[in-house]
């Protein structure tokens, strides 16, 4: 991960741009899952951003750790009440050391799909792994591409068409890339946003698992241990260092 995308503009109304992700149906079931996977045991949470999830995890007594690449999205989450009491550390999520070991290391939204490409995943898992106390997990939040929606010979998909903002993804299927652009409304007419990611498919994660010595343990349609099946789309994945 060598491009930030998340820069001081970015980082400024972030919250505001998520804010469905900060309603307790969405967060409360995702700090319940992760709490009892801590089990009363250190978490680290790689790209930590803003704090959504930390800080909700640290308000219930599980002492957190982040790793996060972007600066400015550090800065927000230090400025929040109990922020400046979780240490982060700035870098990137698939090489950054902090130092002890871990019950629990996770990364949520989909975040594991900024790695753009197989080698920075791979790495991913490794570094979980290294953080990992034996018996510890690592929990990975993410969708399920969604190729099944575009018709053949198309490249494309809108997915989403509100008054005021309008999202394509951009689909390189052959490479596993996609591109998620964002047509915003200012009051000087419609500005482009765009972010790159590398799509991963929940089998190809099993072996970036093993190849860091994980062995799956759960896999669930949501938070609240949904049956994962072929019309989820997304998963919580629960990988177990032995």
Not at 74 to 84: M, T
Request: aromatic share 10%; charged share 20%; with cysteine.
């Amino acid at each position: 991960m060598t491009d930030n995308f998340f820069g001081p503009e970015v980082a400024q109304t972030y919250d505001e741009g998520s804010a469905e992700m900060f309603a307790p149906d969405v967060l409360d079931p995702a700090v319940d899952r992760l709490e009892e996977l801590a089990g009363g045991g250190p978490a680290l949470e790689f790209a930590i951003g803003t704090g959504r999830v930390g800080l909700a995890l640290a308000a219930r007594g599980v002492p957190v750790t982040g790793i996060e690449f972007s600066t400015a999205m550090a800065e927000q989450l230090r400025a929040k009440p109990g922020g400046a009491d979780i240490p982060v550390a700035i870098g990137d999520m698939s090489t950054t050391r902090v130092d002890g070991t871990f019950a629990l290391v996770y990364l949520v939204f989909n975040t594991i799909v900024n790695l753009t490409t197989q080698d920075a995943q791979v790495d991913c898992f490794a570094n979980a792994a290294a953080h990992l106390d034996p018996g510890g997990c690592f929990v990975v939040e993410v969708n399920v591409p969604q190729l099944r929606r575009l018709p053949p010979g198309d490249h494309a998909n809108v997915f989403a068409t509100d008054d005021d903002h309008w999202g394509i993804d951009e689909f390189d299927i052959v490479n596993q890339r996609l591109i998620s652009h964002h047509f915003t409304a200012t009051e000087h007419g419609f500005e482009h946003g765009w972010t790159p990611f590398r799509f991963v498919w929940p089998a190809e994660l099993d072996l970036m698992a093993r190849l860091a010595g994980l062995r799956l343990r759960d896999r669930w349609g949501d938070w609240r241990g949904a049956p994962f099946t072929a019309e989820s789309r997304s998963h919580v994945s629960v990988w177990e260092k032995p």
